[in-house]
């Protein structure tokens, strides 16, 4: 009797591939280290994984992903108005001179967010100093420049305004950046703000996720989001906050796509191009994790950049 329930289930599963698993050229991967399990990174660049790019925080590739199918995306994380030179420009001259294919780069994470919270905090005519001097410069070797990527606050807009002012005509960016914690709705509101307020320009979401929720509502968020994303042509590219083990999450343990002991949860396997695992992520026992946006982990990683 249970057996032969079972395989007319088995078959009918597997007439419904599409409705089970999507992939998407679109999607890339939030580089996070991993904290204590180096071999979490293998996972992004098994052969079933579906991601094409990836992006750290930082100038260079990430060692261990060095030899990966992933395309890497330099970012310039932050500016001071302390800094010499141009080691940003130099360091992706010198990947193109040896041969490594730069299509895009990255400029500023959340200029406009304090380092309570990851972000830079760069003034805007620093920023725009920056940018002349850094940036700008690689438009002429046909790399595709993202814009400053603010935060999901109003707050970002003024800053934008302030920097493209700042610029009078010096920064041109291809690329507008979005990111955004809080729900889907939000989200698409803010996305289609910034479509709106810069139509020239392609979307990224290299940062998105909905932190502190159940994990039902958190994979309809990522369920809605993803269809959205592959749905909406000029939102080239996404990449999704959850490349960590949700005992080190600081957006709330179901936001992760790996489990507690490194296993792929149903987001980690659906982003991937996969079905679902059934592997239900874990917080860590007495890990508080009040909402103060991406803030641990990226800090760590934007400090990280700096060293
Ligand atoms: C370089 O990368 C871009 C973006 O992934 C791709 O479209 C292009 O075909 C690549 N070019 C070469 C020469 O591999
Ligand atoms: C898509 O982007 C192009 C510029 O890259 C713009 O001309 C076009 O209006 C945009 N389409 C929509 C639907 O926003
Ligand atoms: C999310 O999508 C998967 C299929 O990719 C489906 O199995 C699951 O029920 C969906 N979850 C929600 C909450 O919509």
Same mark, same amino acid.
């Given at each position: 009797m249970r057996q032969s329930l079972v395989l007319p289930a088995v078959s009918l599963l597997s007439l419904l591939p599409t409705a089970l698993t999507t992939t998407s050229a679109k999607r890339g991967l939030v580089y996070v280290p991993p904290e204590n399990h180096?071999?979490?990174?293998n996972i992004w660049d098994s052969?079933?994984?579906?991601l094409t790019w990836y992006y750290n925080?930082?100038?260079?590739?990430?060692p261990s992903l060095s030899k990966s199918k992933l395309e890497f995306v330099p970012m310039l994380w932050g500016a001071s108005t302390a800094d010499t030179g141009t080691p940003f420009l130099d360091a992706v001259k010198a990947q193109i001179k040896s041969?490594?294919? $730069?299509s895009y780069v990255l400029g500023f994470?959340?200029?406009?967010?304090t380092s309570a919270t990851g972000?830079?905090?760069?003034?805007a005519d620093v920023a725009a100093n920056a940018w002349i001097k850094?940036?700008?410069?690689?438009k002429k070797l046909g790399v595709k420049l993202g814009a400053p990527a603010t935060t999901?606050?109003?707050d970002g807009f003024t800053w934008l305004q302030d920097f493209f002012n700042f610029c009078d005509g010096g920064c041109n960016p291809d690329i507008m950046p979005v990111h955004w914690y809080g729900n889907f709705e939000g989200m698409a509101s803010h996305i289609g703000q910034k479509m709106a307020a810069y139509p020239n320009m392609k979307i990224w979401v290299t940062e998105y996720g909905y932190p502190n929720q159940d994990l039902e509502t958190t994979q309809l968020f990522y369920n809605q989001s993803s269809e959205y994303f592959d749905r $909406?042509?000029?939102?080239?590219r996404y990449s999704y906050f959850?490349?960590?083990?949700s005992s080190v999450s600081n957006v709330g343990p179901?936001?992760?796509?790996?489990?507690?002991?490194g296993k792929l949860t149903d987001i980690g396997s659906w982003y991937l191009g996969g079905a679902a695992t059934h592997n239900k992520p874990k917080g860590a026992a007495?890990?508080?994790?009040?909402?103060?946006?991406?803030s641990v982990v990226v800090a760590a990683a934007g400090l990280w950049t700096l060293l």
């Open positions: 180096p071999d979490d990174d052969s079933t994984s579906d925080y930082n100038y260079a590739a990430t041969g490594t294919n $730069v994470n959340e200029p406009d967010g972000g830079s905090g760069i003034a850094q940036i700008e410069p690689l999901g606050s109003p $909406v042509a000029n939102i080239t959850g490349g960590f083990r179901n936001v992760a796509m790996l489990t507690q002991d007495g890990r508080v994790t009040i909402f103060a946006g991406w």
